[in-house]
Structure formats: C-alpha cells, structure tokens
C-alpha cells in the first residue's frame, strides 16, 4: 500500500481517507502516541480530573506523581476505558483513534496495556497460563476454542518468564506467588500483551529495596521499544527510571519536566513531596 | 482435534466417571430387558425410570456447572432451559397422539379442544415432525440464553444481579406457561403421551432406550463440557470468573465469551429437559419454578463445583436423597435437610464432596500439602 | 405486584355501589320498623284500614292512598306487607293485622305487636295495578323516612324509575327536607324526572340537566340518555354537552383510582422491600430468607390475636398494636441469629450466601408448615381497617389507606433513623469504610448484627401489615421474594428513595397495565420491562457514580 501511494502521489490523500474510513480511523493529527487534552471528569459533583492534558512520544517513558487524589488512576481509567471523561479528547496512535469512544476490550486490542494498582493477576491460573492468556496474538472465543491460543510453544512463554524472573514457578498457581512476584507476573503480562503503550501504577508498591531496582530496569529495557507510563509515589525508583516528570495535582497538571526540576517546583513541594 | 482430546488427558475422576456411567448406559437397561425379575440384578423398570431422571438432572447439572463454576455466572434460572427443552419434547409427543386423545382429534391436543380452540397456534406447527422437534429443543433454549444473556452480559450484569434476573426470568415464564392463553396447557402442562418415533413411550424397551441416551446424552455433554474448559477458551472462562475486568484489560471481550457458553449451557440444559420429559410422562409449568433452579444449583455445590464430574455426583446424590426421604415416613424432614444441605455446602465444603476426596487423598499421599489436585478447574 | 383481581374497575364499582345502596336500604328500612314500633301512632288511619276487608281492589287503592297520605308511621311495613301478601284482615271485627318479615304479627291500626291473632284471617287481594301503585306509594313514604338514609335510598329508586307520577311527591318532599345533602337528592331525582318526561319545557331541562351534570355519574349519564327523541335542540345539545363533561370526569376519576390502587400496591412492594433495603441495599447480603421473614411476622401476628382471642376477646381491635413490636422482635431476633450463625461467616461471597440464605428459607418454611399445618392462618381485620369511604368520587377502603400510611411511617422512620441514630451513625460508617469505622472503635461485627437485625425486624413488621392482605401460609414470603429484590434493584442498591420511587412506580405501572392486559400478564410484562431496564442501568433507578463504587 506505502508503495503504491507513494508511486502516484496526487491520490494518496484520497486513498488514506477512504482506508481510515473503511477501518474507523481518522487521519494522523498528532506527533503523540498517547494526547490527552482538556479532559475533565466528575463523580456525583466531585471534580476527579479537571483540564488535564498529556502529550506522550512514541517510545517515550514518563513517570506520574502525585499526592493521593489528584487523579493518577482515574487517568488511566479514562485511557483505558472504564471511565468516560464528560469531556476533552483522548487520542491515541497520532490521533488516529479517539478513545473516549471505544470501550475497554477495543482499547487493550489497539495496543494500550495497563497494569493495575493492586496486582491483578488471575489466581486460580498458573503463572505459565497468566502469561499464556496474555499473549498478544487473537483472542476471539473461537481462535481459543481450537486456534492458535492452544498451541503457543513453551519457548515463548518461558522467554517471558526469565526476563520477569519467574521461570521457576512457571508451575505454580498466580494466587500461591508473592506480592512482588505478582507485581512482576503483571508486567510479564504486559510484556506477554506486547503493547504500544503501557500503563503502569505503582509497580512497586511493596517490594524491597533490591527487588524495587531491578524493577526499574526492567521497565527501562522495555521503555526501549515501548511508551510507558508509570505512576509511583517512591521518588528513588522515580528518579532511577531517569525519565520526564508529570506531577498531578488535584486532576490536573501541576508540573512537568525533568524531576530534578519537578522536585524543586515550590508547589510541588507544597502539595506533595513536603519540605 | 477433538478426537486427539478424547483419547488424552483424563483425571481420575474423569475416567471413573466416564467408566461408571458408560457401564450403567449399558448394562442398566440390558439388565432391565434380558434378566428375569426374579433375578437379584435386575434392574425394576420403576429404578430405570428413577435413575433415568436422575441422568438427566445430572447433565442439568454439568451444564450449570459450566458456566458457574467455570465462568462464576450463577444461574438462577437453568430451570427454564430444561423446561423449555422438556416442552419442546412435550409438544411433540402431544402430536404424536393424534386421535387417540380424549376428544380424538387429529390436529389439536385435548386442552385446546377443551379451550374450544379451532386452530393450530402457529407455533405448534412443525411439531409433529420429529427433526424439527428435536431442532427446537436445543433451538429454543439456546435463543432464550442468546438473547437473554446478549442483552446481560453486553450491559455488564454480573453477580448476583444476574442471579436475581435470571430468576426473575424463570419467575416470569413460569406466570407465562400458567396462562391457558399460550397454548401450553396451562396449570396442567403436557401429559398423556402416547409414543415417541412410533414406539409406545410406556413400553419396556422404549424406556430403557431413553435410558440409554440419557446417559449417551450425559456423556456427551460431559466431554463436549471438559474440552471446552480444557482449552483456552476455558481458561479465559476462569480468568472471567476471577478478575473479569482484568481479562477485559487484556483485550478479551468477555461478554462473547460468556454469552457462548452461557448458550452452550441452555442448550445442553434443553436436551436434558427434552429426555427427561418422555421419560416421566409429563411436563408442566412447576418445571419453571424458581425453586427447582436453585436446587439444581446445590446439587452442583454438594457434588463440588468447577469439577463437572462434581456436578453430576451431587445431582445424583441430592437426588437420591431426594427420593429417600420424601417416599418415606421422613418426608417432612426432607426440606430441613435441603435447608441444611445450602448451608454446610456453602459454610463448611465450599468444594463440595469431590473437594473432600480431593482433600483427604492429597494428604494421604503428602501430609502437610493443601494442593487439592482434583479441584483446580484448569490443569 | 401480587395477584389482583383481572375484574374491570367500572364492575367492580359498580357491583359496590349497588351493595352499598341494597344495604342501606336493608338498614334503612330495619330502622324505620323500629322507630314505628316505638312510636305511638298519633294519626288516626282506621277508616283507611276499613276499606281492606270489602274486598274491592278500587277500595283497597282508595285505602292504600290515604294510608300513604296519612304520615302514619307503620304505613310503611304496613304497605309493604300488602306487597308481599302478609296483610290479612278478620271478617269479624274488621281489624287488619300484618305480619312482619321477622314472622311477628303487628295491629295495623296503632303499629303495635300483638301476641296472638284471631284464627281465621284473610288476605288483602291485589293485582298488578295495585302493585305499581303501592310501590310508588312506598316510594313517596320512604321519602319522608325519619333516616335521612332511607330518604336518599328513596331518591335514588325514584332517579332510577324517572316515574313522572313520583313528581308531585319529590316536589312536596324538597320544600319539606331541611338535610341539604338529602335535598340534593331529591332534585337529582326531580331532575331525572323531568328529563326523561316528554311534557317538560325547555326551562325546565336545561335547569334539570344542569343538577344532573353536576351530580356527574355514571347514573347522571344514563339519566341524561333519557332524554326523549322530542325534547329541543338546545337541551339535547346541553345533554350531550354534560354527557361529555361527566365522561371525561369519570375518565379521570378512573385513573385516579388506578393510581390509588397503585399507590396501594406500590406500598406493599415497599413494605416488602424495605427490609430488604437495608439487608441488601446496605449491607449488600443476598438475603433469601428475607420473604420468611415477613412470614415470620405474619405468624407473629397470627399468634398474638390468636391470644387475644382466647384471653380478651373484647380487645381483639389492639391485636395489630401489640403484634408490631413482638413481631419487629422475633423476627430481628432470628435475624441477629442468622446473621451470627451463617451469614457472617460468608461476607465478601454474595453468591454463596444467597444459596445458604436460600437453604435457611426451606428450614423456616418447613418449621412453620410442621408447627402450623400448610394450610392458611385466618387473621382477621380490626374494626378500624374494615369498610371503606368516599372520597371525592373515590372509594377508599380503610384497609389499603392504613397500609399505605404504615408503609410510609416506616419508611420515614427509617430514613430519619439512619439518618440521626447512633446506630445509624456506625451502619452508615461501617458500610462506606469498614476498616476506617473498625479502627474508630466501632465494634463492626455488632454493628452488623444489628443492621442485619434490623433489616430482619423490618421484614417482620411488613408481616404484619401484610398479614391483613394476604393469606398467612408458610408460603406467604416466596410471593414477595422476587418482587422485593426487583424493588430493590430497579431503584438503585444503597438508596432508600430509590427503593420508595420504585415500589411506587412498579405499582402505578403494575395496575395501569392490568386494565389492558389482565393481572398475570401485567406482571409478565413489568418483570420483563424490569429486566430489559437492568440491562439498560445494571445499578438501578438512582445509581451512585464514582470510583468507589466499582471496587
């Protein structure tokens, strides 16, 4: 198709807007892989995000704080589709898709991943199956009824498990394993998914010190090919991923850039970091 | 692919399972036929009969525990599908009586006759054509489930919200079939059959036939059950059961998921329904009963749910309480013991009877290990 | 949403209205018997009397006018026993005696009893012609009744009859009457007369159809059809005219009384759900036994009047009274001990506490059955929720207003309750954030217990009122159990104005339905309704938003 267009030039116009069209895209508007701009949304009269915007660069990693309740779940919430905004734009992919439409199985389809707060990670399933149902890769009722889903290689889940450091308990049930290893099951998932963006909250709520570091190059390695968002409140593991700063505050942004400059933002310390 | 399962991967309690009933579809009714009565293992026709009807409760039974045990939707109104099922059957043995009935007419049943009915509702048109009879019981009940749970699990009702709709919808089609409007029979249902494909539905040999199938039908339902749940498919069914949300964050859209298997599951529940019918001789709106559904729920509970094999044991256990106690002198204490039986299931062996085999092997073999082998939905 | 009956409200109306009038003419009738019995006849009507025994109907009508002109207080019985054949005279001495429907023999002459009558008597002859005549004649003299209720019976036969030959009666009897609503009456029925009759003027009509679109019924409508194919344009169009008016009154007036039956039925769903409000909507416990729980109380009641009975007969209208707060006892009682023996043990698994909650309904069911019988309790209604009243064109039956005013107080009750007690306090702290409440020093398992105790006491005290509408059998809480939980979730789970719009709406929706397509179907189509509405907003009426909310 990218020949083709290129070949006769004066109707490539044409031709994008009928294949976005005909697939329910819209035309790249943007440079961001993830563009949020002027959202707000409230609960019951609560304003639990209000005008944010956030612009994210394809393979960018960007780290959110924030002090409780300025709205850092409940942006992902809205990214990923279980809360719609009452109003702004959600865009994704250059703004080729406009999320606020689209419901949270199309979302995670697009390529948008999200790992939860508390670790989610289905219990009564192996770590091996966690990793297995996480797989990018057709997830139809009958793809898994009797397509691919039943013949992954093992090779291709073990792979994942080493990079996460599970492969020992490949066998073990997902509700058996620790609190860190659940953490770190969740972003083997992640990884299993094979998204364009990753969402990830507080992934190291609960680990020790050593555990907490090698998270953060974990993430790093995967920050390579990958956008990433992470939100955390433990400023060490922050400033070890070495990347832009958003902090929130009261569901919007209060500051953005490097930590260094973020951390010495007079309102920042104001309302989160504490003198 | 699917003969490849068949010969692989069986539990214990598969295969005992698969043993068990596989001899007792056979020899049951062989023993019925060809044994004098005088003989010690022959099988009475009035046990045939019993334990036929337990065969059918017990594929009730799978089909429930397939979708709540394997998917956490807890069905209120699985009776509905078995009923419908059994109507579906009902409706057409109630042709095939033609001008034997009571009024002798050809086209109409008796309680239309008695309604002065002049026609044929349209829908009972086609019933006296086996083939489409046998298409509607799985028909009917499977695109009640489509659309019902369609409209459900598309708006995201979960939990007991679904439990209490899916009641409310037995409840609803229970008041419906009461009606001599709809052409159902009203309070009284469908009786009086006279035969089935030609054969006298009372005689001997069409009973053990029945028999037969049901338990072919037991089996079937079992095996077509166990490979769903073997697969992929039955994995992201548990993964919906556990954390639903998290499955839809990894792109699956449950609710096709769900409203497949719940179909599956009503149409199995129709088949049941429709062997049972013939083989009790009757068919009537108290099948709706919100009751009847939910003790088709603690059958599945006692026998151990998320297990299959579970289900049909606890079906065939209730059930032989069931009889126990209520043709005896006991039969006041019968509901006591039903009422007690809801609540140690769900206080005391949430795995139900399986789980304590499970349990107490699992300690034989390795004291100290919780690993309860057999109960884990998916090896 | 229980089973009502499938009977056209206009029937039903109708078939009350013409019990209302045969018993107050019963009434009225044994009334005036009895003031002529204790009164003294101070009218002479002997010579009257005396025209019965020669044996000529023209002297018999000459008698039975002057009797009826006389103002005599026996005239009455006395020309109703000529009626029905129970006037007899003795050859001998002329005197005539009658006999009353109670077979006692009275003195015409003075309206007395009399212990023994002569033996050979014979009876007054009469024919057809006597009989118009004396009913008319009975018609005239009930008019002058001494009970203003006897006076309006006697209008209204005669509105109904639009006999012209009544006119010279109505006309005397209006200058006479001084009770206004009785003289209203009267010119309802003037007016019928004049109406109907083919000599009136064109004055006259359109004066008469004015007082009968005033009445505005379904009589005034049938009244104004009577009009003759000769009266005057204008007047037929005046008919006409209030013909229309007086429907779309009664129009009206029938949707009001739908909705008061609603309104009636609503409150039943509320006064079953309302328990279940707070065990459910609070809480968030599946509680199936909550329909035994309002059986409990049913038999709560069953029993305490069951005592009256046998201890204070007198007193059995206090039976209700007492029952409320023994009832609201047993049944939080038993629900405490539920809550501590199962229930507790199973929180945080709705699924598996509906079904053990399920089970305790079989035991209790099947204890009341093995202590009771299955058979149904008679309780019977106070004298205060018996009968029914008027209003505006409305029946109102004491019974469904009590309930509804129950229904309310409760409600209110508990919203202030919850709203300013301590106890509601802690529920309140407890269900928003149990481990921030626990860590305040709330004790939460107790509060729990009481919650569910009270949610459980609730159930019963709706037993109670339910009792009075319902039959009181084992089964009494299985009708309820479904219909509870629609309430409660159609309404929105968590919010008590949720669950009081809701009943209402269900049961306004329920008896507007019933009309068109009778009661069975009516609750088909609302329980499906409701299901499509789940589908529409899985939580409910008024739902609560937010972040919380999906944890």
Request: hydrophobic share 50%; glycine share 8%; with cysteine.
């Amino acid at each position: 198709m990218e020949t083709i267009q290129q070949d006769i030039p004066q109707t490539k116009a044409d031709d994008e807007e009928v294949n976005n069209f005909l697939s329910g895209e819209r035309p790249a508007v943007t440079q961001a892989v993830l563009y949020l701009d002027g959202v707000s949304v409230s609960f019951d009269g609560f304003k639990a995000i209000r005008n944010l915007s956030l612009y994210l660069e394809p393979g960018e990693m960007r780290a959110i704080i924030g002090p409780n309740g300025a709205g850092k779940t409940t942006m992902m919430d809205i990214i990923t589709g279980k809360t719609r905004p009452d109003e702004g734009e959600v865009l994704f992919d250059h703004g080729r898709h406009d999320l606020t439409q689209l419901d949270e199985t199309a979302i995670a389809n697009l390529g948008i991943g999200r790992k939860f707060q508390k670790p989610t990670v289905f219990e009564s399933h192996t770590v091996a199956d966690n990793i297995l149902l996480a797989l990018k890769g057709p997830r139809g009722p009958f793809a898994c009824l009797y397509g691919w889903r039943n013949n992954v290689p093992a090779e291709k889940i073990d792979e994942i498990l080493t990079t996460t450091g599970l492969l020992e308990h490949r066998n073990r049930m997902a509700g058996e394993i620790s609190h860190g290893q659940k953490q770190w099951l969740e972003i083997g998932m992640l990884l299993a998914q094979d998204p364009a963006v990753l969402l990830v909250d507080e992934p190291v709520a609960g680990m020790t010190d050593a555990e907490t570091v090698q998270t953060a190059d974990l993430l790093r390695s995967i920050a390579r090919n990958h956008a990433v968002v992470v939100v955390e409140h433990d400023m060490d593991f922050v400033r070890a991923l070495n990347c832009k700063v958003t902090c929130l505050h009261e569901g919007s942004v209060l500051a953005e850039g490097p930590l260094d400059a973020v951390a010495g933002d007079q309102r920042v310390i104001e309302v989160y970091l504490g003198r | 692919m699917i003969t490849k399962y068949l010969i692989s991967r069986h539990d214990k309690a598969g295969i005992v399972f698969l043993t068990i009933v596989g001899l007792m579809a056979v020899l049951a009714p062989l023993s019925n036929l060809l044994l004098p009565e005088s003989s010690p293992l022959h099988v009475p026709t009035y046990v045939l009969a019993l334990l036929g009807k337990y065969l059918c409760y017990a594929t009730l039974a799978v089909a429930l525990d397939l979708v709540w045990g394997y998917c956490g939707i807890l069905s209120l109104g699985h009776g509905a599908f078995f009923a419908l099922g059994g109507y579906a059957m009902g409706m057409y043995l109630m042709r095939q009586i033609g001008t034997r009935g009571v009024y002798g007419n050809p086209v109409l049943p008796d309680f239309m006759v008695f309604l002065n009915w002049k026609e044929l509702p349209w829908f009972w048109y086609g019933f006296d054509m086996f083939p489409f009879s046998l298409l509607m019981m799985v028909a009917v009940p499977g695109l009640l489930a489509f659309v019902f749970g369609w409209l459900a699990f598309r708006s995201r009702v979960t939990g007991v919200y679904l439990s209490i709709i899916t009641q409310a919808l037995t409840y609803a089609l229970l008041l419906a079939f009461f009606r001599n409007d709809m052409g159902f029979g009203g309070n009284n249902g469908l009786t009086d059959f006279k035969d089935i494909l030609g054969f006298n539905i009372q005689a001997d040999g069409t009973r053990a036939t029945l028999f037969f199938l049901s338990a072919i039908l037991l089996i079937a339902v079992y095996l077509i059950s166990r490979w769903i749940v073997h697969t992929s498919y039955g994995k992201v069914l548990v993964a919906v059961r556990d954390a639903e949300a998290r499955a839809r964050f990894l792109g699956y859209r449950t609710e096709h998921y769900k409203l497949f298997v719940f179909t599956v599951s009503a149409m199995m529940a129709g088949l049941a329904g429709a062997l049972y019918v013939p083989q009790v001789g009757i068919i009537n709106p108290s099948e709706f009963a919100p009751a009847n559904s939910i003790e088709a729920v603690v059958w599945v509970a006692v026998g151990g749910r998320g297990t299959l094999v579970g289900a049909a044991l606890g079906a065939f256990a209730v059930n032989f309480m069931k009889t126990f106690f209520t043709t005896g002198a006991l039969a006041a204490y019968w509901l006591f013991l039903l009422g007690g039986l809801f609540i140690l299931v769900t206080l005391v062996m949430p795995k139900g009877i399986l789980g304590l085999f499970g349990s107490m092997s699992a300690k034989l073999r390795k004291p100290g290990s919780s690993q309860p082998a057999a109960l884990q939905p998916a090896e | 949403m229980t089973a009502a009956p499938a009977i056209p409200r206009t029937t039903i109306s109708r078939i009350v209205k013409s019990l209302v009038l045969t018993m107050l003419l019963a009434t009225g009738l044994t009334l005036s018997t009895a003031t002529t019995r204790a009164q003294a006849p101070d009218v002479d009507i002997s010579a009257a009397l005396e025209r019965f025994s020669r044996e000529s109907l023209s002297q018999t009508r000459q008698a039975v006018t002057s009797i009826a002109e006389s103002g005599a207080p026996q005239a009455q019985p006395l020309l109703s026993a000529l009626l029905n054949n129970r006037l007899r005279f003795d050859p001998a001495t002329k005197k005539v005696y009658y006999r009353s429907t109670g077979d006692k023999w009275f003195d015409a002459a003075t309206g007395k009893t009399v212990a023994q009558v002569p033996e050979k008597l014979e009876r007054v002859r009469i024919n057809n012609r006597l009989r118009v005549q004396i009913n008319q004649a009975l018609g005239t003299l009930s008019l002058r009744a001494p009970d203003p209720k006897t006076r309006i019976a006697a209008a209204e036969t005669i509105f109904k009859s639009k006999s012209a030959d009544a006119l010279a009666n109505i006309d005397a009897a209006i200058k006479l009457e001084r009770d206004d609503a009785v003289r209203s009456k009267f010119e309802q029925a003037r007016a019928a007369i004049i109406v109907s009759r083919e000599q009136s003027t064109p004055d006259e009509r359109s004066k008469a159809i004015r007082t009968l679109g005033g009445r505005g019924d379904q009589a005034a409508i049938a009244a104004l059809r009577s009009l003759p194919a000769s009266a005057d344009a204008r007047s037929k169009e005046q008919a006409a005219t209030a013909i229309k008016s007086i429907e779309e009154r009664l129009a009206l007036l029938a949707h009001a009384q739908n909705v008061w039956y609603g309104l009636s039925l609503g409150s039943v769903l509320l006064l079953a759900a309302i328990g279940l409000a707070i065990t459910f909507g609070v809480m968030g416990v599946i509680n199936m036994a909550h329909g035994e729980m309002v059986m409990l109380g049913a038999y709560t009641t069953f029993l305490v009047q069951e005592g009256f009975r046998a201890l204070a007969p007198g007193m059995l209208d206090w039976s209700l009274p007492v029952a409320l707060p023994l009832a609201f006892l047993v049944t939080a009682l038993v629900g405490v001990a539920i809550e501590r023996g199962i229930i507790r043990f199973l929180y945080g698994r709705p699924l598996e506490t509906l079904l053990a909650t399920w089970g305790v309904s079989l035991i209790l069911q099947q204890a009341i059955r093995t202590m009771f019988g299955p058979t149904n309790q008679e309780v019977s209604a106070p004298s205060y929720m018996s009968g029914a009243f008027d209003f505006m064109g409305l029946s109102i039956t004491y019974g469904r207003l009590w309930i509804i005013v129950f229904t309310l107080l409760l409600f209110f009750a508990l919203l202030l309750s919850i709203r300013f007690t301590r106890l509601g306090l802690y529920m309140r702290a407890v269900t928003q954030n149990r481990r921030m409440a626990a860590a305040m020093g709330i004790r939460t398992p107790w509060i729990d217990a009481m919650t569910f105790g009270l949610g459980s006491g609730l159930a019963g005290l709706a037993g109670v009122a339910l009792s009075q509408i319902d039959n009181v059998s084992p089964n009494l809480g299985q009708n309820y159990i479904i219909d509870s939980f629609m309430v409660v979730v159609f309404g929105g789970v968590g919010n008590l104005w949720g669950t009081l719009v809701s009943a209402m709406t269900l049961g306004i929706a329920n008896k507007f339905l019933e009309p068109f397509a009778g009661a069975v179907l009516a609750k088909i189509l609302i329980l499906v309704l409701l299901i499509l509405f789940i589908q529409k907003r899985p939580r409910g009426l008024f739902a609560l938003r937010g972040r919380a909310v999906e944890a």
